[in-house]
């Protein structure tokens, strides 16, 4: 397990550190106030996010930071642009002082936390406060917020119509207990030069996070659980400087007209991958497809 007293870069410093040059290239809105609620005797927090002018029954993406990191407004502008709420709800301190989300990580045995119970009820409470669509509800989450994409997917089938993971891992666990037949739409954006969510995996938990799946290879079960029927792929080149290949692997033609996307970010990095294109726009444009009258 990596030794965080080392100097190695762990998935909160690098959230961090990628935070403060979105910062620093970008303003965000500020019109994203604080709110509070009660979950299971613990007091929650969470800021949202409402374009002006928002109409009755709009959809709702929840957005997961990574593990103790921020993202807080980094989908403002994509939510004003395509009129949508953005939610940014926070995950409680683990033992290391940690703002994160309990997944399962060998680290959290002692966490007592459901985040899935908490995300749960967030979302039918901003549904029953604001109005907000009971069908297009959506998340996408950085790192170990991706995790919990993952774990949303296949235990709250019903209530999230896709989920994003972005540098998110399919941890072992999870892979092995997921017994949902009901469809949830993925997309996965990830950089194949990711050091702290390898690409490849790590059957052998030697990053600490626990044992987790090759990027692919989690995708691809997703795609079969999905029953999807054809795979289309195209590339395309990113954003200058890095002008990095981007690899679209699509999986369409699921249950209930589900897809799966993948996003293969050749020679990227642990980030949200603002660097190549526009992430937002990238999102929602898979959020899109999946929404209901």
């Known amino acids: 397990?990596?030794?965080?007293?080392?100097?190695?870069?762990?998935?909160?410093?690098?959230?961090?550190?990628?935070?403060?040059?979105?910062?620093?290239?970008?303003?965000?809105?500020?019109?994203?106030?604080?709110?509070?609620?009660?979950?299971?005797?613990?007091?929650?927090?969470?800021?949202?996010?409402?374009?002006?002018?928002?109409?009755?029954?709009?959809?709702?993406?929840?957005?997961?930071?990574?593990?103790?990191?921020?993202?807080?407004?980094?989908?403002?502008?994509?939510?004003?642009?395509?009129?949508?709420?953005?939610?940014?709800?926070?995950?409680?301190?683990?033992?290391?002082?940690?703002?994160?989300w309990n997944v399962g990580y060998p680290f959290q045995h002692d966490m007592t936390i459901d985040d899935v119970e908490f995300l749960t009820q967030l979302v039918r409470?901003?549904?029953?406060?604001?109005?907000?669509?009971?069908?297009?509800?959506?998340?996408?989450?950085?790192?170990?917020?991706?995790?919990?994409?993952?774990?949303?997917?296949?235990?709250?089938?019903?209530?999230?119509?896709?989920?994003?993971?972005?540098a998110g891992l399919m941890l072992h666990w999870l892979y092995k207990s997921d017994n949902s037949t009901v469809p949830v739409s993925l997309f996965e954006i990830h950089g194949t030069e990711d050091n702290v969510s390898a690409w490849n995996g790590d059957p052998e938990n030697k990053g600490g996070w626990g044992a987790y799946l090759p990027v692919p290879l989690a995708v691809h079960f997703c795609a079969a659980k999905n029953r999807t029927t054809v795979m289309q792929s195209d590339t395309l080149t990113g954003k200058a400087p890095n002008n990095r290949m981007i690899i679209q692997h699509r999986f369409i033609g699921g249950i209930n007209n589900s897809e799966v996307w993948l996003y293969e970010i050749v020679g990227g990095g642990h980030s949200w991958a603002w660097e190549d294109m526009d992430t937002g726009e990238e999102l929602w444009k898979f959020f899109s497809r999946c929404i209901q009258p």
Do not use: W
Request: with cysteine.
């Open 125 to 166: 409470h901003l549904q029953n406060k604001h109005g907000f669509s009971r069908h297009n509800v959506f998340c996408v989450g950085m790192s170990n917020g991706g995790e919990m994409c993952y774990q949303l997917a296949a235990q709250r089938p019903d209530l999230f119509a896709a989920v994003a993971p972005v």
């Open 1 to 100: 397990m990596k030794c965080f007293s080392e100097f190695v870069p762990t998935r909160g410093f690098l959230v961090a550190l990628m935070a403060f040059f979105i910062v620093v290239g970008s303003s965000y809105a500020d019109n994203t106030p604080e709110y509070t609620m009660e979950c299971e005797g613990i007091t929650r927090v969470y800021k949202l996010h409402i374009p002006e002018g928002l109409p009755e029954n709009a959809p709702l993406v929840v957005v997961l930071h990574g593990y103790g990191g921020s993202n807080d407004g980094i989908l403002n502008k994509t939510a004003d642009r395509h009129r949508f709420a953005a939610c940014y709800p926070r995950g409680e301190k683990d033992s290391r002082g940690k703002s994160c």
